[in-house]
């Protein structure tokens, strides 16, 4: 048992980087670019605000500020699913949404 123990543990110190590789590379080649525009944002603060929401949710690989309300999120899943996490993170209503891009209003 303890040399099957230890056959484990090495295998899974050798097998973990190669199967954290292909997940990366993976989720890099299905990565699509979102266009999120935001209604409402006037100031720096609330788009540091939003920022710092997208990046929190999960999947999402790279958030973009392109101008005042408006960022370029990186997400491999369906928009819809990330359409529903940021609603679910609060002060945001889904206007519309389409594949590559959605329209959101910020409520204070």
């Known amino acids: 048992e303890a040399a099957a123990g230890e056959a484990m543990k090495e295998l899974a110190q050798n097998l973990a980087p190669a199967i954290l590789d292909k997940v990366a590379q993976y989720i890099k080649g299905n990565t699509k670019k979102v266009a999120i525009k935001v ?5 720096i603060d609330t788009v540091v605000e939003i920022k710092g929401m997208l990046q929190s949710i999960v999947w999402v690989s790279e ?5 005042m309300g ?5 997400y ?19 206007v519309n ?8 209003d910020y409520q204070k």
Request: charged share 20%; no cysteine; aromatic share 12%.
């Open 39 to 43: 209604n409402g944002v006037n100031d």
């Open 97 to 104: 949404f389409s594949p590559y891009s959605l329209l959101l």
């Open 76 to 94: 491999p899943e369906n928009t819809l699913y990330l359409a529903n996490s940021i609603k679910q993170k609060g002060n945001y209503k889904v």
């Open 63 to 67: 958030v973009e500020e392109k101008q």
């Open 70 to 74: 408006d960022f370029i999120v990186s």
